[in-house]
């Protein structure tokens, strides 16, 4: 999981802009099961560890640019016995690629995911967050929505 100060950084460099986050950055040492799709954890959604063995796979994809795990905005710092938290909260997964929305819903299993499916989404549509990696021609942009 990104490290607090890695995370304060890029909240200073990027104007408090949350940061599109790499699978790593959000799933490696994540352990808070509800940080992401918190209202289907316990209702059938997979783990965390499942479902960052998956989009792994998925990101591996010739078709597949890059995938994002786009932040809430009930991502928050706080204090906790006088020592700084991070506590993410993934909304959805941005993934830039050639594939078809219907493709990535097979590919990701969206019901084992317990999401509502891969919705098309304008590029312009991520420019309130911060680093967004490029968008290659030919390439657009999807995103695993869940309720």
Excluded at 15 to 31: A, Q
Excluded at 72 to 78: M, N, Q, R, S, V
């Amino acid at each position: 999981m990104i490290e607090l100060d890695t995370f304060k950084k890029l909240l200073k460099e990027y104007g408090e802009w949350l940061p599109l986050l790499t699978l790593d950055e959000f799933f490696n040492g994540n352990t808070i099961e509800d940080s992401i799709a918190p209202n289907q954890w316990g209702y059938g959604r997979p783990s965390l560890a499942e479902i960052w063995e998956v989009l792994h796979k998925v990101e591996l994809i010739p078709k597949m640019a890059w995938v994002r795990v786009v932040l809430h905005d009930d991502t928050e710092i706080e204090e906790c016995d006088g020592k700084e938290i991070l506590n993410l909260s993934g909304d959805t997964i941005a993934l830039c690629t050639t594939a078809q929305p219907a493709e990535v819903e097979k590919l990701v299993n969206c019901e084992w995911l317990c999401s509502d499916g891969v919705i098309a989404i304008k590029d312009s549509e991520l420019n309130v967050f911060s680093r967004i990696p490029p968008i290659p021609e030919g390439f657009r942009c999807l995103e695993i929505v869940w309720d």
